[in-house]
């Protein structure tokens, strides 16, 4: 199933949000220095990322900077979706 860019883009913020009550972060923030993404959530969020991009992400190309923020993983992986 392949999203609209706005629906994307909220799965994606629901999905950092789990458990993450205490933390504070809008789509600028960098994702990794606030503790919201780490290497345990990074598998489950990539294939996250596959189903509402509709698109097979390389593992061995992956550039760890792509996923710093939600506007970077928007105008990276999300840029080609309809917007709503």
């Known amino acids: 199933m392949t999203y609209e860019i706005s629906e994307a883009t909220k799965v994606i913020i629901e999905f950092l949000k789990k458990g993450k009550n205490d933390i504070k972060f809008d ?7 606030a503790g919201i993404l780490d290497s345990l ?17 390389d593992v061995s190309e ?23």
Do not use: Y
Request: proline share 2%.
């Open 27 to 33: 789509n600028d923030t960098n994702l990794f220095e």
């Open 41 to 57: 959530q990074f598998m489950n969020f990539l294939m996250l990322l596959e189903e509402v991009s509709g698109k097979t992400i």
């Open 62 to 84: 992956i550039d760890v900077m792509d996923f710093s923020s939600v506007n970077r993983i928007s105008s990276t992986f999300l840029a080609e979706l309809e917007p709503t």
